[in-house]
T-cell receptor, first 112, second 113 residues
Framework: GESVGLHLPTLSVQEGDNSIINCAYS??????FIWYKQESGKGPQFIID?????DKRQGQRVTVLLNKTVKHLSLQIAATQPGDSAVYFC???????????FGKGTTLSVSS | EAGVVQSPRYKIIEKKQPVAFWCNPI?????LYWYRQNLGQGPELLIRYENEEAVDDSQLPKDRFSAERLKGVDSTLKIQPAELGDSAVYLC???????????FGPGTRLTVL
């Protein structure tokens, strides 16, 4: 079946540190991945996406890395800030290319 | 530009009562999705629309759930009758097309007593 999971349910970092959130996916045929940030009481917010023809993509303070060999996706946040505290989900486009499959999420806590 | 709009934000009802959620997607987005998110979990797709056509409703419990997107813009998701297990956040998302990134609304938190 298709499933997306995250390695750690929680991650705690100090303000200013770099954060790395990991995700393993199971469908080797997937070709589109998205990272979302969800703050309490809000819907998931699009952060960054990557297609399978790329290994790395950078945004503002965020970088997504895709390792298709081991089916691993990571989100790196540079100089983590308290406002980055949220639940982070990776999502994988399903095999039919019609729906996103979400993992369970990693809760990032940033302390000052 | 306005994002995806949903209402109401919160709804508390007793079991066996009906409830409806409304969504207005981002202007110009042809694809609309309804997801359900249980506490501590990621969103799970209920139904997907391409314009006014429901093209994937395989995960929608059709005995009690229904949805419509009559003019291919805003959409309504209905539950009748609601059960205790329906308590969740119902999220609406839209994308320009099937290949585009999905943008979510704030969700409606449903509590069934």
């Amino acid at each position: 079946g298709e499933s997306v999971g995250l390695h750690l349910p929680t991650l705690s970092v100090q303000e200013g540190d770099n954060s790395i959130i990991n995700c393993a996916y199971s469908n080797s045929a997937s070709d589109y991945f998205i990272w979302y940030k969800q703050e309490s009481g809000k819907g998931p917010q699009f952060i960054i996406d990557i297609r399978s023809n790329m290994d790395k993509r950078q945004g503002q303070r965020v970088t997504v890395l895709l390792n298709k060999t081991v089916k691993h996706l990571s989100l790196q946040i540079a100089a983590t800030q308290p406002g980055d505290s949220a639940v982070y989900f990776c999502a994988e486009m399903n095999q039919a290319g019609t729906a996103l499959i979400f993992g369970k999420g990693t809760t990032l806590s940033v302390s000052s | 530009e306005a994002g995806v709009v949903q209402s109401p934000r919160y709804k508390i009802i007793e079991k066996k009562q009906p409830v409806a959620f409304w969504c207005n997607p981002i202007s110009g987005h042809n694809t609309l999705y309804w997801y359900r998110q249980n506490l501590g979990q990621g969103p799970e797709l209920l139904i997907r629309y391409e314009n006014e056509e429901a093209v994937d409703d395989s995960q929608l419990p059709k005995d009690r759930f229904s949805a419509e997107r009559l003019k291919g813009v805003d959409s309504t998701l209905k539950i009748q009758p609601a059960e205790l297990g329906d308590s969740a956040v119902y999220l609406c998302a839209s994308s320009l097309n099937l290949q585009g990134g999905q943008f979510f609304g704030p969700g409606t938190r449903l509590t069934v007593l």
